[in-house]
C-alpha cells in the first residue's frame, strides 16, 4: 500500500454498516411510534415475496475478550440463560402482534456475545420459539456464530436440526502472545475439531473470523496463522481491522497503543494477509471478506446483487432485519432502532410489556438517497446518480468532495457515477466518508470512530 496514501487517508472513519451512522442519529426526534410505523410499512412491502431477516443478540461471555467490541455480560453462572430466553421470545412476540400478519422468515442469525454459552436446550428452545407460527422462505439461511473452545457436537447437531448450515468460527489469531494479550484462547485442534464435526453433520458453510492490526501482531507471526487457517479451508474468511475504540470498550486498556502496530506496519499486515488469501484461492467480497470461488458472496459479488447490513454482508437482501436482545440494532430501510445497551434494562422494559428500543432514527429524503449510494459503494465498489431523478444538494457537495479522492486514484469519477479502483478497495471507508452529508455538517470534536487503516 502507497505510503503517501497510507498516512493521508489514516483518519478516524466509520465503517458505514449504516447510513446515518449511529452518532448521526436524529433521536430527538425519534419516537416508538415512528419507529413501528416504519416497521410495519416495510413489512407488508416486502414480506411475502422477499421475507424478513431475524438478528438475535446473546450476549453472554465467559471471560472477556480485551479486543472485543461488542455489547457483552461476563458471567460464569449459566443459570441466566431461561430467564433471557423467555425476553427475547416476548419481545418478538411484541413485534408479532405489531406485524399482524405471518412473517416469512429469510434470514436467521445468532450473534453475540457467545451464542455457544447457551446450553443445546436452550438454544432449541430459542429457535422453536422464533419459528413457530411463521412461514419459512425456501431460500432461507440460519447461520450462528461461535467459541471453538465451548461448542460441542451437541450444540452443532441441535442447532442443524433447527435448519442451520452457516457456522461462524472467532478465531482472531492463533499466535500465542497475541491470544494471551488478547485473553482469546483457541488451539487449533479445538479449530480443527468443530470444523470437521460441523462438516460431518452437513453444515454448507463455515466461516472465520480473522483480527489484523491487534496488539503483538506481527508481519511475521500473521502468516503462520493464514497457514493454518488454509489448511482447514473455510469457505469464507472475514478479515477485519482491528477497531481501537478504548473510551468506548474499556476492555482494551488492558494493553496500550504501544502495543499494537503502528499505521505502516497495520497496512502491510493487510496486504501481507490479502495476499496469502488470494494465494490460497479466495476471492475478495466487499470490505474485509474473502470467499472461495464457488460461494454466493462471490457470485452476488460478480452479479451486483451484493447486500450488505448490520449483520455483515449476505447475498441475499431483505428490506426488514429485527434485531431481538439486549442492544440489538433493527433496521426497517426507512428508520433504524437500537434495543437498551444494559441487560438489566433491557429485562424490566420487557417485563413491563414495552418494546426496549431506547433510541433511533426516521431515514430523511436526504439520508435514503445517501444511503443508497453509500451501500452501493461498500458492496459493488461503484455507484451512478441521476441529477434530475435525485434532487438532492447533499449528495451533490459530496461528489465535489470526491474530487480529491479521485486525483489520488481511489475512484474513477464520472459525470453519471463512479468506480472504485482497484488501490481505492483499501480506502472503501474513506470514500463513502465523502458522500457522508451529515458528518460533514457536523465535524465531531472527539474521535468518535477507529481509524480507517
Not at 75 to 82: D, P
Not at 216 to 236: A, C, F, W
Not at 332 to 343: P, T
Request: hydrophobic share 35%; charged share 20%.
Amino acid at each position: 500500500m502507497d505510503k503517501h496514501l497510507t498516512e493521508k487517508y489514516n483518519v478516524a472513519a466509520p465503517r458505514y454498516t449504516s447510513y446515518p451512522t449511529m452518532p448521526y442519529w436524529d433521536t430527538d426526534s425519534f419516537s416508538n411510534r415512528q419507529w413501528l410505523r416504519s416497521v410495519k410499512a416495510s413489512f407488508y412491502e416486502t414480506n411475502v415475496e422477499n421475507g424478513i431477516s431475524l438478528y438475535v443478540h446473546l450476549p453472554f461471555c465467559e471471560s472477556l475478550c480485551t479486543y472485543c467490541g461488542c455489547n457483552t455480560r461476563i458471567t460464569k453462572n449459566h443459570n441466566v440463560e431461561e430467564p433471557y430466553i423467555h425476553a427475547v421470545l416476548k419481545e418478538w412476540q411484541m413485534y408479532r402482534a405489531i406485524m399482524g400478519d405471518t412473517p416469512v422468515i429469510r434470514e436467521l442469525h445468532l450473534g453475540g456475545g457467545t451464542p455457544t454459552f447457551f446450553s443445546p436446550y436452550y438454544l432449541q428452545k430459542l429457535i422453536a420459539g422464533l419459528l413457530d407460527w411463521v412461514n419459512i422462505h425456501p431460500k432461507a439461511e440460519f447461520s450462528f456464530e461461535a467459541h471453538p473452545s465451548n461448542t460441542t457436537e451437541e450444540h452443532l447437531q441441535t442447532l442443524f436440526d433447527l435448519g442451520f448450515r452457516r457456522l461462524s468460527l472467532g478465531i482472531q489469531d492463533f499466535d500465542p502472545a497475541v491470544q494471551l494479550i488478547i485473553n482469546r484462547y483457541q488451539t487449533l485442534e479445538q479449530v480443527r475439531n468443530v470444523t470437521y464435526l460441523a462438516r460431518k453433520i452437513g453444515y454448507t458453510s463455515i466461516n472465520y473470523d480473522l483480527i489484523y492490526g491487534l496488539p503483538l501482531q506481527t508481519i511475521n507471526s500473521l502468516p503462520k496463522t493464514m497457514h493454518l487457517v488454509s489448511e482447514l479451508v473455510p469457505d469464507r474468511i472475514a478479515f477485519y481491522s482491528y477497531a481501537h475504540v478504548p473510551w468506548i470498550k474499556p476492555g482494551q486498556r488492558k494493553f496500550t497503543e504501544a502495543d499494537l502496530p503502528d499505521a505502516p506496519t497495520k497496512a502491510k499486515l493487510y496486504e501481507i494477509g490479502r495476499s496469502l488469501l488470494k494465494n490460497h484461492g479466495y476471492i475478495e467480497v466487499g470490505m474485509d471478506h474473502f470467499a472461495l470461488p464457488n460461494d454466493e458472496l462471490v457470485t452476488a459479488g460478480l452479479e451486483g446483487t451484493l447486500h450488505r447490513n448490520f449483520m455483515g454482508y449476505t447475498h441475499q437482501h431483505t428490506q426488514l432485519m429485527i434485531g431481538l436482545g439486549v442492544s440489538a440494532i433493527s433496521d426497517s430501510w426507512y428508520g433504524f432502532a437500537q434495543n437498551q445497551k444494559k441487560l438489566e434494562d433491557y429485562i424490566n422494559d420487557i417485563e413491563l410489556g414495552e418494546l426496549p428500543v431506547f433510541k433511533g432514527h426516521i431515514l430523511t429524503h436526504d439520508d435514503l438517497i445517501i444511503r443508497k449510494h453509500i451501500l452501493n459503494i461498500m458492496c459493488t465498489g461503484q455507484t451512478t446518480w441521476n441529477h434530475h431523478a435525485e434532487p438532492c444538494e447533499a449528495l451533490f457537495t459530496g461528489i465535489e468532495r470526491l474530487e480529491p479522492l479521485a486525483q489520488d486514484g481511489l475512484i474513477d469519477l464520472f459525470s453519471w457515477g463512479l468506480k472504485v479502483t482497484e488501490t481505492g478497495k483499501r480506502f472503501l471507508r474513506n470514500i463513502c466518508m465523502a458522500l457522508d452529508a451529515r458528518l460533514w455538517s457536523n465535524k465531531p470534536t472527539t474521535q468518535l470512530f477507529s481509524m480507517a487503516i
